[in-house]
């Protein structure tokens, strides 16, 4: 078992990275493998609804960033993590224009498989930015992971965030919780439990 850690932060070796190491050592205790992945620094391309993924095997038609190296990574992992320092309350934007491209071209190797978002800020904005993280999840049929309270942490600096021992204790419960629900549901596929096989399509227009 693999889970995906997505480091949304500028600075690659900042906070977030230092919180989603914390998850990683949690997930590692308890067998799983994880992949990281930065996003960078640079700017990208934001989706604009050209449905060409669907005419590329669900891969986004800007290639050559880091979005179609996610999502070859995930059709070989079991699990998502997305990780994001918090900016003017919500998440950073190289994160939003990675998901919604991630996410409009995803299709089946994102769904049913385990994700959760952590936030790291130096002082609030949290629990907003992980309510935009969370809908993408949502929308593509993934189970997420919780925690012991919002999966945040606080600290400006790598240095800092030690000094937060409930944000430890969150984000070490977090990576044991992904842990524990990828465990049950390779049980579940071993005792024949197939997936929910996907219902037709269906869109309602209310302009009329």
Same mark, same amino acid.
């Given at each position: 078992?693999?889970?995906?850690?997505?480091?949304?932060?500028?600075?690659?070796?900042?906070?977030?990275?230092?919180?989603?190491?914390?998850? %990683? @050592?949690?997930?590692? %205790?308890?067998?799983?493998?994880?992949?990281?992945?930065?996003?960078?620094?640079?700017?990208?391309?934001?989706?604009?609804?050209?449905?060409?993924?669907?005419?590329?095997?669900?891969?986004?038609? &800007?290639? %050559?960033?880091?979005?179609?190296?996610?999502?070859?990574?995930?059709?070989?992992?079991?699990?998502?993590?997305?990780?994001?320092?918090?900016? &003017?309350?919500?998440?950073?934007?190289?994160?939003?224009?990675?998901?919604?491209?991630? &996410?409009?071209?995803?299709?089946?190797?994102?769904?049913?498989?385990?994700?959760?978002?952590?936030?790291?800020?130096?002082?609030?904005?949290?629990?907003?930015?992980?309510?935009?993280?969370?809908?993408?999840?949502? +929308?593509?049929?993934? =189970?997420?992971?919780?925690?012991?309270?919002?999966?945040?942490?606080?600290?400006?600096?790598? @240095?800092?965030?030690?000094?937060? %021992? @409930?944000?430890?204790? +969150?984000?070490?419960?977090?990576?044991?919780?992904?842990?524990?629900?990828?465990?049950? +549901?390779?049980?579940?596929?071993?005792?024949?439990?197939?997936?929910?096989? =996907?219902?037709?399509?269906?869109?309602?227009? &209310? +302009?009329?």
């Amino acid at each position: 078992m693999k889970v995906l850690l997505l480091n949304g932060s500028p600075h690659q070796h900042g906070t977030t990275d230092a919180a989603l190491n914390v998850v %990683g @050592e949690a997930l590692h %205790g308890e067998g799983v493998d994880t992949q990281l992945i930065w996003l960078g620094n640079q700017p990208l391309r934001d989706c604009v609804g050209c449905h060409s993924c669907a005419k590329t095997d669900n891969r986004c038609v &800007f290639d %050559g960033d880091v979005v179609n190296e996610i999502l070859a990574t995930m059709e070989t992992c079991d699990g998502l993590m997305v990780g994001s320092p918090v900016y &003017f309350a919500h998440p950073s934007a190289l994160v939003q224009t990675v998901l919604d491209r991630v &996410f409009f071209a995803g299709g089946t190797h994102l769904h049913h498989k385990p994700a959760a978002a952590l936030t790291v800020a130096r002082r609030a904005g949290n629990t907003a930015s992980l309510d935009v993280l969370n809908k993408y999840f949502t +929308i593509a049929q993934m =189970p997420v992971v919780s925690s012991v309270y919002w999966n945040l942490a606080f600290g400006r600096t790598p @240095e800092e965030l030690p000094q937060d %021992g @409930e944000g430890l204790r +969150i984000l070490r419960t977090l990576g044991r919780n992904m842990a524990w629900m990828l465990k049950n +549901i390779e049980a579940g596929k071993a005792a024949g439990v197939a997936l929910p096989a =996907p219902l037709p399509p269906a869109q309602t227009n &209310f +302009i009329r």
